[in-house]
C-alpha cells in the first residue's frame, strides 16, 4: 500500500484528474479506448480517460473524435 503523500504526489507529477480510467497499453483498436472515449462522452460524470502506451495509427482516430466532439485533450 502506498501512503497518502505518494499518491498525492505521483496524481501531481503526471497531472492526475481526480477521478478517471486508466487503460495501459499498445493503443489499438482492440483495446476499445475509441469506444470507452464515446462512452464517457454520454456521462454525466467528469470522469476523464488516461492513455499510457505506444501510439499507433489508431491514435489519430481517437484525436479526431475527440477534436471533433469538442471534448478536452491534455
Known amino acids: 500500500p502506498y501512503s497518502d503523500d505518494a499518491i498525492k504526489e505521483i496524481k501531481e507529477k503526471y497531472k492526475l484528474p ?3 480510467l486508466l487503460s495501459v ?3 489499438e483498436t482492440r483495446k476499445n479506448q475509441l469506444l470507452i472515449c464515446k462512452a ?4 454525466n460524470q467528469d470522469i476523464k480517460l ?3 502506451g505506444k501510439a499507433t495509427a489508431y491514435k489519430q482516430e481517437i484525436l479526431d473524435f ?8 491534455q
Open 25 to 27: 497499453g499498445t493503443i
Open 18 to 20: 481526480q477521478q478517471y
Open 40 to 43: 464517457l462522452k454520454h456521462l
Open 50 to 52: 488516461v492513455i499510457v
Open 66 to 73: 475527440i477534436q471533433t466532439n469538442n471534448l478536452k485533450q
